[in-house]
């Protein structure tokens, strides 16, 4: 098997010089016998102690390998194999090639272990070309090596060729199956996740193990699939498969980013003896996105008398719960305290948090000295929450510099667009809004369209705002028509100024405000449900402010429970109330 074309630093002194040493000949005299059946000669056993010493020291591996061949003793398959897992490990091309074309000169190259060890090293450096060579040269390839170059494709961007490839596997294990779904996951394809791991489930190829469910798991909390998410959950109990840290963390990040919190909770609560400061944070992250600030504190509060110390993340849950309950006075003790008490420095992520937390109190004097004494730039989302505080505040000045700042920020981002073009708009400056919606176009920037999805019997239905296509769309917009019918027997005057247009005529925009995305899945909701059946909702961008105030009502009017999780945090709405603690 040829090594690829690379330089091998052959004038190196590491693996490079140990070419095999000329050894002294003995006397002709004394020509050695050879060795009876089973002995072992003082090279392979100096090699064997090598290989041993590599196998007890990883991390020393290419050292030690380096040292045997200094020694004219002869590497086996295993002691390449261990060098180039250590080449995978630290991502070293360079030095696995070397080791390729070594063992190609020793005709040791097509031995399995070191042909799979090639693959791998090379699949985790990105030269899957290389990786490929290797794969299709020689003899027939084991599973590892499908896994192996499988892998490398999962690390690149070429989805199509890692479809392909998966499929072509003539066999599949469970390690090949994580792969992809892993794949998904990271890529933003939860739904293709989901349904690989159908598929895995109907090929009866192998069993789903941790790793497959805690990927399956994440996938499902993105979707907000909470009837998926409790088959997973039965799913692990009834093949009793070990719950770890990792596991039970992403079953409580699922029911709490699903809205129900309570399933979070009983996961929390049942893994004492799994417990780590992950499992911790998830709970708090949990209190925090569903609006339970109190709960947030008391829980930390457990955290600290338990023993457990507090990192970054337990902190930014932590600020962002004070910032979200109105707890201005406890999110600045938090926030000293954790420089004083646990030496963590504040990063961009906890003086947001800090922001966002005189923001809506509207404190902006106290907003700006925070952003003064800042040791770094703000980011996005610090000036997304000051123009979003000066809008609910009507601080116009502040949220037009502000949202200069965020387009600056985020010039890609159509959020910055909008918001400032809000600013604009409740000013009654329509040049300013027509200046910003120029910026935008001319820089190639297009709004996102509202999107809201709602699971029902385990299938997901989508509904784009505006959108008429869903199948049962007559009875959607009768239900629709109910729904409007019934906020104006309440009294509900919808907030026109969220449809910030420049025009007069008021039931334009009011239609435009009942065609929003949330509206079409509650629609959908309550005539696909049974009464009191708590509905969830999952949406693309944030809640706009009539949308919240329609649906509170409409909570205490149908007498449901409604949950709707936007881009920013959770809204649950019961009889006429939400907790969210959000500004518009």
């Known amino acids: 098997m040829p090594p690829p074309i690379v330089p091998f630093f052959l004038t190196s002194t590491t693996l490079a010089t140990a070419a095999k040493p000329q050894r002294q000949q003995p006397p002709a005299q004394s020509q050695p016998q050879p060795p009876s059946c089973g002995a072992q000669t003082p090279a392979d056993a100096l090699a064997a102690s090598y290989t041993a010493r590599m196998r007890l020291n990883p991390h020393l591996a290419l050292r030690l390998f380096d040292h045997l ?3 004219g003793a002869d590497p086996d398959p295993i002691a390449y194999a261990l060098a180039l897992a250590r080449c995978a490990r630290e991502r070293a091309h360079p030095a696995a090639a070397q080791l390729h074309g070594h063992a190609a000169k020793r005709g040791a190259a097509s031995h399995r272990r070191v042909r799979n060890g090639l693959i791998h090293a090379y699949s985790v450096c990105g030269m899957l070309h290389d990786a490929r060579k290797v794969f299709d040269y020689g003899p027939e390839v084991d599973m590892i090596a499908w896994n192996c170059l499988l892998r490398g494709y999962a690390q690149g961007r070429d989805a199509g060729a890692l479809r392909e490839f998966f499929a072509r596997m003539p066999a599949r294990d469970s390690v090949s199956w994580n792969t992809v779904i892993a794949w998904c996951v990271a890529n933003g394809e939860h739904e293709e996740a989901v349904a690989v791991f159908q598929e895995m489930l109907a090929s009866n190829e192998c069993q789903p193990d941790r790793v497959t469910l805690v990927s399956v798991i994440s996938a499902i909390a993105y979707l907000g699939a909470l009837a998926q998410g409790l088959w997973a959950h039965a799913y692990v109990c009834r093949k009793e498969i070990e719950v770890d840290e990792k596991l039970s963390s992403a079953l409580i990040n699922m029911y709490s980013k699903c809205g129900f919190i309570e399933g979070a ?15 911790w944070n998830a709970m708090l992250a949990g209190f925090t996105a569903s609006g339970c600030s109190e709960r947030a504190l008391e829980l930390f509060t457990r955290m600290e008398s338990s023993g457990f110390v507090p990192n970054k993340i337990t902190f930014n849950s932590l600020l962002n719960a004070c910032s979200h309950g109105g707890f201005v006075e406890e999110g600045i003790g938090y926030f000293e305290r954790m420089t004083s008490s646990y030496s963590i420095d504040p990063d961009i992520a906890h003086y947001g948090c800090m922001v966002d937390l005189f923001c809506r109190a509207g404190l902006f004097e106290k907003t700006e000295e925070m952003i003064q004494m800042m040791p770094m730039e703000p980011d996005a ?4 929450a ?3 505080a000066c809008r609910t505040y009507n601080n116009f000045e502040l949220g037009k510099k502000a949202g200069h700042r965020l387009i600056e920020a985020a010039p890609d981002d159509h959020a910055g667009y909008v918001l400032l073009s809000n600013i ?29 999805s709602i699971e029902l019997d385990g299938v997901i239905h989508e509904f784009i705002s505006g959108d008429k296509s869903h199948s049962r769309k007559r009875e959607v917009y009768e239900m629709l028509s109910e729904i409007c019918q019934q906020l104006k027997i309440a009294g509900y005057a919808p907030d026109t100024s969220q449809v910030l247009l420049d025009i007069d005529d008021e039931d334009v925009k009011e239609s435009s405000l009942a065609l929003h995305s949330e509206k079409l899945a509650l629609a959908f909701g309550l005539i696909s449900t049974a009464p009191g059946t708590p509905i969830r909702i999952v949406k693309n961008l944030r809640v706009c402010g009539d949308c919240h105030n329609a649906i509170k009502l409409l909570s205490k009017i149908y007498g449901r429970c409604i949950i709707v999780r936007d881009a920013n945090r959770f809204h649950r709405f019961r009889e006429g109330s939400c907790s969210c603690g959000d500004y518009w």
């Open 69 to 71: 061949l200094r020694s």
């Open 265 to 279: 909770v009983y996961v929390f609560e049942n893994s004492c003896a799994l417990r780590n400061v992950d499992t």
């Open 381 to 384: 989302a610090v000036w997304k």
């Open 386 to 388: 000051v123009v979003g």
């Open 424 to 452: 604009y708009a409740l000013d009654g400056n329509w040049k300013g809004v027509h200046k910003v919606r120029k910026l935008m176009l001319d820089c190639g920037v297009q709004k996102v369209p509202g999107s809201s």
